[in-house]
């Protein structure tokens, strides 16, 4: 079974702080998601990482930073952080980017900035 | 892009009852998905169903790719069922695109 940890379920903040959430998948998978959830927005993609050190923006990276170093590991880092990025934080990885391929998903990071 | 949607927006069930949920899509697609995301926020793939019909317990999923519409039929609800429902496609720009998702309460 394809397995996707977050680094941590819940996490507290203060404006302005530098934040890493982490992400690792153990099933050896191209591609990588950061995705945030909010109440009547549904998912909205971040960024996602196709390979090692590649990445490409989605529908909302303002704010949001990315690293890949590793195949494994697909960090989202807040540079300064700020109240209206408070949300639920979702990684996913796939296989593939079409057709039979889905995404698995981590458990998520619920978010608050004060 | 490809627009997603999904309907009803929430659904509130007795334990036992049936129900289906409905997902269109603007554009002709051959990949569409089934996910329910549990009341802790886990996401899981329930169905790969391009089109045609595919059962898995309870649960089953119906796509017309021809008329752009996908179902996600739910029988014998059960209180795990609760949660949010979402129905994907990948779109030409390698994302996958979510509908708004169905919030199912099932009540004991």
């Known amino acids: 079974d394809v397995k996707v940890t977050q680094s941590s379920r819940y996490l507290v903040k203060r404006t302005g702080e530098k934040v890493f959430l982490e992400c690792v998948q153990d099933m050896d998978h191209e591609n990588m998601f950061w995705y945030r959830q909010d109440p009547g927005l549904g998912l909205r993609l971040i960024y996602f990482?196709?390979?090692?050190?590649?990445?490409e923006k989605g529908d909302i990276p303002e704010g949001y930073s990315v690293s890949r170093e590793k195949k494994e590991r697909f960090s989202l880092i807040l540079e300064s952080a700020s109240t209206n990025q408070t949300s639920m934080y979702l990684c996913?990885?796939?296989?593939?980017?079409?057709?039979?391929?889905?995404?698995?998903f981590g458990p998520g990071t619920r978010l608050t900035v004060l | 892009g490809i627009q997603v949607e999904q309907s009803p927006p929430d659904l509130i069930l007795q334990e036992g009852a049936n129900s289906t949920l409905r997902c269109n899509f603007s554009d002709s697609v051959n990949n569409l998905q089934w996910f329910h995301q549990n009341p802790w926020g886990q996401l899981i793939n329930l169905f790969y169903?391009?089109?045609g019909t595919k059962q898995n317990g309870r649960l089953s999923a119906t796509t017309v790719a021809t008329e752009r519409y996908s179902l996600l039929y739910i029988s014998s609800s059960q209180t795990t069922d609760s949660g949010v429902y979402f129905c994907?496609?990948?779109?030409?720009?390698?994302?996958?695109?979510f509908g708004s998702g169905t919030r199912l309460l099932v009540r004991p």
């Open positions: 169903i391009p089109s």
């Open positions: 994907a496609v990948w779109d030409s720009s390698y994302k996958l695109i």
């Open positions: 990482s196709y390979d090692v050190k590649m990445k």
């Open positions: 996913a990885s796939s296989l593939g980017l079409g057709g039979t391929d889905t995404q698995y």
